[in-house]
C-alpha cells in the first residue's frame, strides 16, 4: 500500500472548518482513500472513503486532487467532540491487504 | 445494531504467564482484524480472518502470539510467556468483506494490556 504522510497536530477553533491534509504521492490506481479517527481510549473510527471523486457524508467531507497525490478531510463546523487523532489510509481492494495507520493528525478544537 | 466488543477491557498479568483476549465481531461481517496499539502510535496490523481462516498472519510479531477464529465468528488472540513489551492496547475490527471489498472496518473498544 502506498505510504500517507499526515502532519503530526493541528488545531482549530469550534464552529470553523478543520482541514487536514494527506500526502500521498505514490498512490497506484486501484488504490482507495480511508480517513478514521481516533478518539483518547476510544478504537478507531471510520470516517470516509474515496478513489478520484470528492466524497461527502453527514460526518466530513473528501477532497482529493486530480492526480490523487494528496487529498484533504474537512469537518465543515468543527466541535470540541472532533478532538482526536485523524489517519489517512491508502488500501488496494482486491489485492494483499496490510492496513498502515502511521502515527496520524492529531487535531485538537479550542473554544 | 451491537458493535464489536472485546473483552477484558483490562488486563493486568505478570512476565510469563499466558493471556487470552477475545473479540466479539458485528453478526455477520466475515473479515476480522487483530490490532496493536502502543502509546503515541497509530494501530500495527497484526493478523487477519476472511471467516474461519487466517489470511494474513505476518503482523504477528513473533511465535509467542497466536489468534483463532474457530466458528468464522468470535476470534482469541492468545500471548503465551508474556514479556513487558507486549504491554499496549489490542484491538480488534470487523468488516463486512475483506480483501474483496470497499468496506470499513469497525473497531471494538480494545483490550488494554499491562505486563509487570
Known amino acids: 500500500d502506498a505510504k500517507t504522510t499526515q502532519p503530526p497536530s493541528m488545531d482549530c477553533a469550534e464552529g470553523r472548518a478543520a482541514n487536514l491534509p494527506c500526502n500521498h504521492s505514490t498512490i497506484s490506481g486501484n488504490e482507495y482513500v480511508y480517513w478514521y479517527r481516533q478518539i483518547h481510549s476510544q478504537g478507531p473510527q471510520y470516517i470516509i472513503h474515496?478513489?478520484?471523486n470528492n466524497e461527502t457524508n453527514e460526518m466530513a467531507s473528501l477532497i482529493i486532487t486530480e492526480d490523487r497525490k494528496s487529498s484533504t478531510l474537512i469537518l465543515p463546523h468543527a466541535t470540541l467532540r472532533d478532538t482526536a487523532v485523524y489517519y489517512c489510509?491508502?488500501?488496494?481492494?482486491?489485492?494483499?491487504?496490510?492496513?498502515?495507520f502511521g502515527r496520524g493528525t492529531s487535531l485538537i478544537v479550542h473554544p | 445494531g451491537a458493535g464489536v466488543s472485546q473483552t477484558p477491557s483490562n488486563k493486568v498479568t505478570e512476565k510469563g504467564k499466558y493471556v487470552e483476549l477475545r473479540c466479539d465481531p458485528i453478526?455477520?461481517?466475515?473479515?476480522l482484524y487483530w490490532y496493536r496499539q502502543s502509546l503515541g502510535q497509530g494501530p500495527e496490523f497484526l493478523i487477519y480472518?476472511?471467516?474461519?481462516?487466517?489470511?494474513?498472519d505476518s503482523g504477528l510479531p513473533n511465535d509467542r502470539f497466536f489468534a483463532v477464529r474457530p466458528e468464522g465468528s468470535v476470534s482469541t488472540l492468545k500471548i503465551q510467556r508474556t514479556e513487558r513489551g507486549d504491554s499496549a492496547m489490542y484491538l480488534c475490527a470487523s468488516s463486512l468483506y475483506g480483501r474483496a471489498g470497499v468496506h470499513e472496518q469497525f473497531f471494538g473498544p480494545g483490550t488494554r494490556l499491562t505486563v509487570l
Open positions: 453478526s455477520g461481517h466475515t473479515a
Open positions: 489510509i491508502v488500501r488496494v481492494v482486491g489485492g494483499s491487504y496490510i492496513p498502515t
Open positions: 480472518f476472511q471467516g474461519t481462516g487466517a489470511a494474513d
Open positions: 474515496g478513489l478520484k
